[in-house]
């Protein structure tokens, strides 16, 4: 059986990315949409990983520690944003949240 | 190969740096410990100079590369000649013995630590311009300088006076050094290097080979107070008294002439004949003046005008080396006038005005001692330090040139008139107020500088530097003078004696009437002509009507092309119509809409930049 090359990781991120990428276009609950984010994100991580182990190098691998530790903060300001959203609003549909429009 | 020397001077350099810091960090509120450590570093570093001028008469050479930019190196390193020797010497010696007396002076000051790291961050300064090896390392302590100047005379900065001189030393300086930096860009783009030992080797610039020099003028012009930026000078005097004695009179004034020595190769006849021309007409005048300052700092501090532009003046007659010896002379006598200035001021309770002294001599006989002595070396007397290089200038003029030779006769004239006026004011006659009647010596820490630097180098600097330090490059220039001074029919030395006889007069002249001035009784118009600050007032006409005006005209241009045509026509009213237009039809509140046309432009610029 061939082993996996570079190429098979970064088509793996890639398709990733774009499932992540779609879910951010069309998914109207920001909820989803966040999730859809931190989904990209982990493309873009996965791709800096296979570099990294293909190059051999630990440079990436180290980075992405980093980058997954600035996640994790990140999602939970996010999430308490949702969640402060909905009290106050009542709703997370993005097409609800149209205020600055005008 | 002879013995390197490089480690002293980092050591003379650093260990003023490292009080500074110390005293910055922990020892704001400690007061007393951070005069001690000032003060110890000072005399530490004046070992470490007498030491260095002792035992070598080798130069020191050291540089050390620190950045390298398109072909122009930047460097920091030593260059230590003969005169950067003496100058180490006399600023270090000097220094010290000021910074004992400022323990005593400024005993009952709340900010003492603020002072005397401030003092050990203008000695770190001061140092590293006299060591310096090329051009951009000068003007980065010459910087420094400025800056310790401006904190120093900034002490009391709750007085208005005090903040206001500050601010204008700094900004009158800032002009000069407008020029300092030209100069130096000059001088890369035309040798491709600032380093002094590689400039000497070079030839002058075709074109114009007096630029240089000229632009480099500038930075002196500013830092020694010449003619026409000497105007800071007699406000810095809202300092603090040791600072006027360290910075404002021995050291840092001298640091310009310093560097005009020390880059006279760049001078061509043209700038070293203007140099000539102003510094005698301002040691001329500047003498003058003095006869008209009632306050005892403000006309120590015309007088110091006067000496700078004797040394300015040598300079312009191709003698940086008399240059260099007056300065260091000067730096004697003239730290001397200053400390015991600031005796006299203590002792009188903060009392500056000489017409409210008077009989000082028997409440303060150390004082008065030393302050006349510094005095009789200030005006010259034969075999006192001021005497030895002042005359030579004086003699050097005539050979050159009678006109600045009768306007240094008239500043040698002035320089004693001044100087009996003063000393009859201050220390004889009947006491013309209740703080010179109630006066009392100061604390050994101030009268010991007074006796060293008064007693000692003021009167034998001189006559007994040459057979003290036989290695030295005093030697080799007070050798001839030595020689010269014999000659009792030179027209200096004539010039001399009529200047001493007829301060003997002015003696007796000041001496008529207790409490008023008797020039100011004889002849009101001539003593307000020479109080009247011809200069300042010109500045501030220039202020107020020229240079408002041009900012005005220039304010209103700016309303009407750029605020007006440029931002609120070009810049603010095409965007406002193309925002309006498309946010009627982009600006719709979906979040979606917004994220693809993220993705679509993320996609147009890679799919741009890859197609290329």
Redesign the interface.
């Known amino acids: 059986m061939e082993s996996t090359t570079l190429a098979h990781h970064l088509l793996l991120a890639g398709l990733l990315f774009a499932v992540g ?1 779609t879910g ?3 998914r ?1 609950n920001l909820l989803v ?1 966040t999730m859809c984010l931190e989904l990209m994100l982990a493309a873009s991580t996965l791709a800096m990983v296979a570099f990294s182990r293909f190059n051999h190098k630990m440079d990436g691998a180290i980075f992405v520690f980093f980058v997954i530790t600035v996640a994790a903060a990140e999602v939970a300001v996010g999430l308490a944003l949702i969640v402060a959203l909905y009290r106050r609003r009542g709703t997370i549909q ?2 609800a ?5 005008d | 190969m002879p013995p390197d020397f490089s480690s002293l001077v980092h050591w003379i350099l650093f260990l003023p740096l490292g009080a500074a810091l110390f005293i910055a960090l922990f020892l704001r509120r400690a007061g007393t410990l951070a005069a001690g450590l000032s003060t110890g570093v000072a005399f530490a570093i004046a070992a470490l100079a007498l030491r260095l001028l002792t035992v070598t008469s080798a130069d020191t050479l050291w540089h050390v590369e620190l950045a390298k930019l398109g072909g122009i190196s930047l460097g920091f390193g030593y260059l230590i000649d003969a005169n950067a020797r003496l100058m180490l010497f006399v600023v270090s010696f000097v220094a010290a013995w000021i910074h004992l007396f400022s323990v005593g002076y400024m005993q009952d000051d709340d900010a003492r630590g603020r002072f005397f790291g401030g003092l050990s961050i203008f000695m770190f300064s001061i140092l590293g311009i006299v060591v310096a090896d090329n051009l951009l390392m000068t003007f980065v302590f010459w910087e420094l300088v400025g800056f310790s100047s401006y904190m120093l005379i900034a002490h009391y900065f709750d007085k208005d006076d005090a903040a206001e001189a500050s601010k204008k030393a700094f900004i009158v300086n800032r002009l000069g050094d407008l020029g300092f930096i030209l100069g130096i860009a000059f001088c890369l783009a035309h040798h491709g290097t600032l380093n002094f030992a590689e400039l000497g080797a070079l030839k002058p610039v075709a074109g114009w080979p007096w630029l240089l020099g000229a632009l480099l003028m500038c930075g002196f012009i500013g830092k020694s107070a010449q003619f026409p930026l000497h105007v800071w000078l007699t406000d810095a005097m809202a300092g603090p008294t040791p600072v006027s004695a360290l910075i404002h009179a021995a050291t840092m004034v001298a640091a310009g002439v310093y560097f005009m020595a020390r880059i006279s190769f760049l001078m061509t006849d043209e700038v070293l004949g203007f140099i000539a021309i102003s510094g005698a007409g301002m040691a001329a005048l500047a003498g003058l003046c003095a006869l008209a300052q009632t306050d005892i700092k403000k006309s120590l501090a015309y007088s110091t005008l006067a000496h700078l532009g004797i040394m300015g003046c040598a300079i312009g007659l191709h003698r940086p080396d008399l240059a260099v010896l007056h300065m260091a002379m000067h730096a004697f006598f003239k730290a001397t006038l200053f400390l015991g200035a600031g005796s006299v001021i203590h002792g009188c309770h903060h009392e500056q005005d000489m017409l409210k002294m008077g009989g000082l001599a028997r409440k303060m006989p150390v004082t008065a001692a030393t302050f006349i002595a510094a005095t009789l070396s200030n005006c010259a007397v034969p075999f006192l330090a001021g005497w030895y290089s002042k005359d030579a200038i004086i003699e050097a003029a005539h050979h050159h040139n009678l006109y600045l030779f009768a306007l240094l006769a008239l500043a040698a004239l002035a320089t004693c008139l001044y100087s009996a006026r003063m000393v009859r004011l201050v220390f004889f006659g009947p006491a013309n107020s209740a703080a010179a009647e109630h006066a009392h010596e100061s604390p050994w820490t101030m009268t010991t500088p007074l006796v060293v630097l008064g007693l000692v180098f003021s009167v034998a600097a001189g006559f007994a530097a040459p057979a003290l330090i036989p290695a030295s490059a005093l030697a080799q220039v007070a050798a001839p003078l030595h020689e010269m001074a014999f000659h009792a029919t030179a027209p200096a030395t004539l010039v001399g004696g009529l200047a001493l006889i007829l301060g003997a007069f002015a003696f007796r002249y000041y001496g008529r009437a207790a409490g008023v001035d008797s020039l100011h009784a004889d002849l009101p118009r001539v003593y307000s002509l020479l109080e009247f600050r011809w200069m300042d007032t010109f500045y501030g006409w220039v202020v107020a009507s020229v240079q408002r005006r041009v900012a005005e005209f220039i304010a209103f241009l700016d309303l009407l092309l750029i605020n007006g045509v440029a931002v609120r026509w070009l810049g603010a009213g095409i965007p406002a119509v193309i925002g309006y237009l498309a946010g009627r039809t982009l600006h719709r509140g979906q979040t979606r809409l917004y994220a693809l046309s993220l993705v679509a432009g993320t996609l147009l610029l890679a799919w741009y930049f890859l197609a290329r």
């Open positions: 990428l951010v276009l069309l109207r949409v993005s097409d949240l149209n205020t600055l429009r």
